[in-house]
C-alpha cells in the first residue's frame, strides 16, 4: 500500500491521536500507544517515506508539518505517561503505608520481654552489697596477670607444690616473664597494697571480685572460666579474731542466720595462719545429704592472716599492720543459694534457666 501525503487527513490523525493517548488507561496503553503511533509502521512514518515523490516545495512544507504532527503526538504521550505514572507510584505508596493500628494488635501477641542480669552478676551484687555495708569497698584488678602477681608475690615461687594446684593456663607473650590467665582473684591484694604503700592510704579494707581462670575439664561442680571474690584488710592490730568475726557475719547476711560458718585449719602460701571455711549445707540444713557428703558442711573458701613474706614483697612494715584475707567462689555461692545441680548451666546460656533467676 503506498501512502500519499495528505495535509486533512494528518490533521485528522493527529486529532485522533491526541484522543487515544488521553483516554489511555495506564501505563502499558501508553507505551502500546507510543510504538504505534510513532513507530516504524506507524503512519507518520510511512508519511516520511512517501515524501520523495513530492517536488521539492511540497516536500519542505509537508515535512514541516509531519515534524510538528509528530513533536504533538511525542508530547502528548509523554505528558499522558507522567501523569499516569505519579498516579501508580501514590497507589503504590498506599499499598505500603503501615498500618499503624494492625501494628499495635502485633505487639499486643507478642510483647517484647526485657532481659536480665545474669544470675552470676546477681549473686557478684549481692555479695559487693553485703560487704559494703559492713564497710569494705569494692576494687577490680586484671585477668590476665604476670606470674609475680599471680604467684611469686603471694609467696609462691616457681617450684612450690602449690603451684600444683592452680592448674594454669599461661599466656604465651614470647617474653622471660611469664604471662598467666589469672587463677584466682588473689594478686589483686597485691596490686592495691602496693598502690596504698605507695600513695600511703593504708588501711584497707576491699573486696574484689572478678573472673578466674583454670585449666580444669569442665563438670557439675568445675569450670575452666569462674568467678571469686576476694577480701583483704589491712589494718592496725587485726588478729584472726577478726577474720572469723567478719566470715560469720557475712555468712548469716548473706544466706540466712541458720546457716553458720566454721573455721578448718588449712595452709596457703600467702596466710599464716591459714583455714578453709565452711558453711552449714544449704541443701539439708545441716542433716547431712549427697551435697555435703552426708557432713552437714559445704566448703565455700580459703582464708588467713596475711603472712609476713607478703608484706614484704610490696613494703608493708609488718611492726605496724596486720591484716587478714579471704577467697571464695561466687559461682558457688549461687549454686549453694539456688540449690543449682550443675554448674554448667551457669555458662549454657540457656534462657529457660536462667529466667528462673
Ligand atoms: N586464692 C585462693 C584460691 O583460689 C583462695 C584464698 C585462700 C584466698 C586464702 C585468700 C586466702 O585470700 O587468704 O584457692
Given at each position: 500500500m503506498t501512502t500519499t501525503f495528505d495535509s486533512t487527513a494528518l490533521s485528522a490523525h493527529v486529532a485522533d491521536a491526541l484522543g487515544r493517548i488521553a483516554a489511555a488507561a495506564d501505563e502499558a496503553d501508553v507505551r502500546a500507544l507510543a510504538s504505534e503511533l510513532t513507530g516504524k509502521r506507524s503512519l507518520l512514518t510511512a508519511l516520511h517515506r512517501s515524501l520523495g515523490s513530492l517536488d521539492a516545495d511540497q516536500r519542505r512544507e509537508a515535512g514541516r508539518l509531519l515534524n510538528e504532527a509528530?513533536?504533538?503526538?511525542?508530547?502528548?504521550?509523554?505528558?499522558?505517561?507522567?501523569?499516569?505514572?505519579?498516579?501508580?507510584?501514590?497507589?503504590?505508596?498506599?499499598?505500603?503505608?503501615?498500618?499503624?493500628?494492625?501494628?499495635?494488635?502485633?505487639?499486643?501477641?507478642a510483647p517484647v520481654v526485657r532481659g536480665h542480669r545474669h544470675l552470676v552478676t546477681q549473686t557478684r551484687d549481692e555479695l559487693e552489697d553485703v560487704f559494703i555495708a559492713m564497710g569494705f569497698r569494692v576494687e577490680?584488678?586484671?585477668?590476665?596477670?604476670?606470674?609475680?602477681?599471680?604467684?611469686?608475690?603471694?609467696?609462691?615461687?616457681?617450684?612450690?607444690?602449690?603451684?600444683?594446684?592452680?592448674?594454669?593456663?599461661?599466656?604465651?607473650?614470647?617474653?622471660?616473664?611469664?604471662?598467666?590467665l589469672r587463677t584466682h582473684t588473689s594478686p589483686v591484694q597485691i596490686?592495691?597494697?602496693?598502690?596504698?604503700?605507695?600513695?600511703?592510704?593504708?588501711?584497707?579494707?576491699?573486696?574484689?571480685?572478678?573472673?578466674?581462670?583454670?585449666?580444669?575439664?569442665?563438670d557439675a561442680s568445675h569450670l575452666v572460666e569462674f568467678h571469686q571474690i576476694e577480701g583483704l584488710v589491712?589494718?592496725?592490730?587485726?588478729?584472726?579474731?577478726?577474720?572469723?568475726?567478719?566470715?560469720?557475719?557475712?555468712?548469716?547476711?548473706?544466706?540466712?542466720?541458720?546457716?553458720k560458718a566454721r573455721l578448718r585449719p588449712s595452709y596457703f602460701p600467702f596466710t599464716e595462719p591459714s583455714a578453709e571455711f565452711d558453711i552449714t549445707c544449704t541443701l539439708c540444713r545441716g542433716a547431712g545429704c549427697r551435697t555435703c557428703a552426708q557432713t552437714g558442711w559445704v566448703e565455700l573458701?580459703?582464708?588467713?592472716?596475711?603472712?609476713?613474706?607478703?608484706?614484704?614483697?610490696?613494703?608493708?612494715?609488718?611492726?605496724?599492720?596486720?591484716?587478714?584475707?579471704?577467697?571464695?567462689?561466687?559461682?558457688?555461692c549461687a549454686f549453694m543459694r539456688h540449690q543449682i545441680a550443675d554448674l554448667r548451666a551457669l555458662i549454657d546460656n540457656d534462657v529457660r534457666f536462667l529466667r528462673q533467676f
Open positions: 509528530a513533536a504533538t503526538i511525542t508530547a502528548a504521550i509523554e505528558e499522558r505517561s507522567g501523569v499516569l505514572g505519579a498516579s501508580a507510584m501514590t497507589a503504590r505508596l498506599e499499598a505500603d503505608r503501615l498500618r499503624l493500628d494492625e501494628v499495635e494488635d502485633l505487639v499486643a501477641l577490680e584488678g586484671p585477668e590476665v596477670e604476670t606470674d609475680w602477681y599471680n604467684f611469686e608475690a603471694l609467696n609462691i615461687p616457681p617450684a612450690h607444690p602449690a603451684r600444683g594446684m592452680h592448674d594454669t593456663i599461661y599466656v604465651d607473650v614470647g617474653d622471660a616473664e611469664s604471662v598467666v596490686r592495691l597494697m602496693e598502690a596504698a604503700v605507695r600513695d600511703g592510704s593504708l588501711p584497707l579494707h576491699v573486696v574484689i571480685p572478678g573472673r578466674v581462670y583454670r585449666q580444669d575439664t569442665p589491712v589494718d592496725e592490730d587485726i588478729t584472726f579474731a577478726d577474720l572469723a568475726g567478719t566470715i560469720e557475719s557475712f555468712t548469716a547476711a548473706y544466706f540466712g542466720s541458720d546457716i573458701g580459703g582464708c588467713g592472716v596475711v603472712d609476713p613474706a607478703v608484706f614484704a614483697a610490696v613494703g608493708i612494715d609488718p611492726t605496724r599492720w596486720s591484716g587478714f584475707a579471704f577467697g571464695f567462689g561466687i559461682d558457688r
